[in-house]
Each structure stands twice: as C-alpha cells, then as structure tokens.
C-alpha cells in the first residue's frame, strides 16, 4: 500500500498519464541527432525549448559555440528555500559505423518494450526525465520552497568547455545548494563522486630504416611496447580513500559487480590504465620513425596525480627514450557525502516507487556533475542501467525509466520541501 502524500501520489499519478508522451518524446529527441564529435546539438536543444514554450515555460539559450546551445530555466517557488539545480546534456556519443545495429541508429525507435538510438540511455532519457520534473513541479510551484533550475547542456561528451564548463565559469547563478544530475548507471545506485582522468601523449623516435637492416636502429614499437608493459604497475600503487567512501563501496561491493560486472568495485577503488590509441609506421617493411601512445590513468578517490607522476619520473628515467607531454591533469578525484539528504529522498521514492534498494556508491565514468563538486556544491547522480552506451543496439527499458521518471520527480520535490 502506497504511503506517499496525497500531492506526491498526485505527481506519481501524472506520470502514469503522461506514459506515451514521454516516450514520444524521448523518440523525438532521439531522432534529433547530436553527436559530439562534431557537436552540434541545435536540433536537440530545439527539442528542449519547444517543450519549454509549449508550456510557457521561460528559459534562456546560452551559447558560447553557435553549434552547441546550452537551455537554462528556472523558477522561484511560494515561499524561500534552497536551491536546486538540475543537470543533462543534450550530446551524445558519435556513431563510427551502423555495423551491429539491429535497428536505425538514430531511428528512436520504440519496440520491445524499449526506446533504441544513439543517446537514448547516455543521456536523453535522463535528459527527458528532469525535463518533465521541472515543468511538473512548476505546475505546483506555489506548493514548494525554494528555487529550482534546469541545465541542458550541450557539449559533456568532451568535458564541456561549451557546455557545463562555461556555464559554471560565467553563470554563477547556476551553482545553487545542490545539484541532481540525470546520467545512466543503474537506479539501483546512487553516484556520489567520479574518478579523475590524468591524460598524457608518449613519444618514442628512431631514425629508421629499412626493415631487413634491423641492426641500424632501434624500433621505437618495442621500446613503447616494454614501456607500456612496465607502466601496467601504476595501477598497483597503493591508494587511501576517504572513509566515507570506502565505507559504501564496501557495502555496495557485490551491487556495483552486479551493475558494472566483476571486477568493477576493484576498478572504481584503485588507479586504472588504459592506452587509448596507439600510432606507428606506414608501412611493413620499414622500422617506424615515430611511435606515438596516448595514456588515460585514472585517478581513485582521495588521491593525486603526485604519486602517479613520480611513478612516471622513474619510468621514464629507465626508457629515456621515451618522452612523454601531459594532455590533461586539472581534474581531482571529487565526491560528496554519501549520507547527504537528497541520497536519503532518492532511496525512499526508488524504494516506494518501484520497490528497488538504492545503494550510494562512485562512478566510473566522468559526468558533469563532477563541475558542481568542484565548485563546493553536492552532486549526485541518479538514472537508468547503463545499457549498450557508445554500444551497438543502444536503449532504455521503457518500465524502468518511467520508475526513474517518478523517482527524480519525487527527490526533487522532497528536497524543496524539506523544512
């Protein structure tokens, strides 16, 4: 027996209405192409405003790229209260070939029970979710405290320097006390925090030579390749996380497993290497004059890139023919608290809206709820399994992202009603 309010049945109730239009929509913007590379998101953040206007909602287009359009809204509620921000985007990873595909990518197509296209799990379900949240609570704005705003932003599959990034540098008013971010992952978790990516690009030259005078110079691919299998060990460097933390991945261990398959829970735990791309030669039978590698290390909660650059500085000293150019480091292992009360409102309406046990717990990927960290404010994370992303076959459960659609709509009015 349901043992929500009469308002919060009310909302709850909507949503079941509103069942067909919220997929529709979500087929629309799927069609809505906008992949990132190349970025641009005007036909999808045209699906926004129109929602928007169709509702006389009012908004603002903040656009720092022609091509990439962010959508901020916002409104003031009946009384005063804290303020609530709100967070998706509107790009979605590209699509290198339709090998694999059962269906059109960017077809939005509804069968199955499911919602198929490029997008439609990362992120334009949670993206359509917040989206129908805010213009719901809208409707009962005199009812709530507070303030509440919506960014749809258009550039986070690069790391938003158009999108979440700008906005947060020249929109202040967009901080707010907290953030709730739409992303995938799994509405049996909540996320509180991300692992930070150190990028770096290496460099091995020789002289060359042709491939029967192996004697002449030494192949820059085996020095990289030794290089490489000596770097594995940074992911053995030894890692404190902050007791909070470990304390629910210790708790989640066997959820997040089961979410993200085994292993995941050691992996969010503990640096990580990847070697991105990896680039030598142009022909067979020649030694390469230049072997090119790109090094993704992600860094684990309460760490820093310290000991993994002092790690580097004693590699590279072994293979001092190795140079090495680090891409990227500005960002920090951050995370809010896992006891938060917006973590607490997402565990009783998932639990009373579709009977699910949510679990806090960190993120392996990167979203833009990290920019809100950064800036002082909690940001968690909330939203469908992560199904297919960047994947062949790409989709959401229909069933399990309307439970997601109630339970963002009922954390969001928790939090502004809170006393």
């Known amino acids: 027996m349901s043992t929500l309010s009469k308002l919060k049945q009310e909302l709850v109730d909507q949503v079941d209405r509103d069942r067909d239009l919220l997929v529709e929509f979500l087929s629309k913007f799927v069609r809505a192409k906008s992949p990132n590379p190349p970025g641009d998101t005007r036909d999808a953040a045209r699906c926004v405003t129109e929602f928007l206007k169709a509702r006389d909602l009012e908004h603002r287009i903040v656009s720092p790229h022609e091509e ?74 005199d009812k709530l405290k507070g303030r509440l705003t919506l960014t749809a932003v258009s550039d986070e599959e690069t790391f938003g ?108 735990q503990s640096f990580s290497l990847n070697i991105g791309q990896f680039n030598a030669g142009s022909i067979i039978n020649t030694i390469p004059t230049k072997c090119t590698f790109d090094v993704d290390i992600r860094l684990p909660f309460g760490m820093t890139k310290e000991p993994v650059m002092a790690f580097m500085a004693d590699l590279l000293e072994k293979y001092p023919q190795v140079k090495m150019e680090v891409v990227m480091d500005t960002a920090t292992p951050a995370w809010s608290d896992p006891s938060h009360e917006l973590v607490g409102y997402v565990q009783q309406n998932a639990k009373e809206v579709a009977g699910l046990d949510v679990l806090p717990i960190t993120s392996l990927a990167g979203t833009d709820a990290r920019l809100w960290r950064y800036a002082g404010v909690p940001a968690f994370s909330y939203g469908t399994t992560a199904t297919n992303v960047a994947m062949p076959d790409e989709h959401v459960d229909i069933e399990e992202w309307i439970g997601v659609v109630k339970t963002h709509l009922l954390t969001i009015f928790d939090y502004l009603n809170a006393e």
């Not at 509107?90 to 509804?110: A, I, Q």
């Open 68 to 141: 990439m359009p962010n959508v901020i809204a916002s409104f003031d509620c009946g009384a005063p209260g804290r303020h609530l921000v709100l967070n998706g985007h509107m790009d979605v990873f590209p699509l290198p070939t339709k090998d694999g595909w059962s269906r059109d990518p960017w077809g939005g197509e509804v069968s199955d029970g499911k919602v198929w296209g490029v997008g439609s799990c990362d992120m334009k379900q949670g993206t359509t979710s917040i989206l129908f949240a805010y213009a719901y609570l809208h409707q009962i704005r």
């Open 161 to 268: 320097p158009w999108g979440a990034v700008y906005l947060m540098e020249n929109c202040p008013e967009i901080h707010g006390d907290c953030c709730f971010n739409a992303e995938p992952g799994a509405p049996t978790t909540v996320r509180i925090g991300e692992k930070a990516p150190l990028w770096m690009t290496c460099t091995v030259e020789s002289p060359g030579a042709h491939a029967a005078y192996t004697h002449k110079a030494h192949n820059p691919v085996e020095i990289a390749s030794a290089f490489i299998a000596d770097l594995e060990a940074v992911e053995d460097l030894e890692v404190n996380l902050p007791g909070p933390v470990a304390d629910a991945l210790a708790v989640a261990r066997d959820e997040i497993d089961r979410v993200h398959l085994k292993g995941a829970a050691d992996v969010m």
